[in-house]
């Protein structure tokens, strides 16, 4: 099954450019990544 997935939320209007998108996470890499960062940080902490 595939999810329909908003123009907008692939391409930035404003820079004229592609913005780079996870699939497996339905999101942008840059906020895929930025939850990876998190959760390494919070397990540090934990450890």
């Given amino acids: 099954m595939s ?4 123009a907008s939320l692939l391409y930035d209007v404003e820079t004229g450019e592609r913005v780079r998108w996870d699939w497996s996470g339905q999101q ?13 940080a919070e397990a540090e902490q934990e450890g």
């Fill in 3 to 6: 999810e329909f997935v908003r």
């Fill in 28 to 40: 942008s890499v840059a906020e895929s990544e930025a939850r990876v960062q998190r959760a390494v």
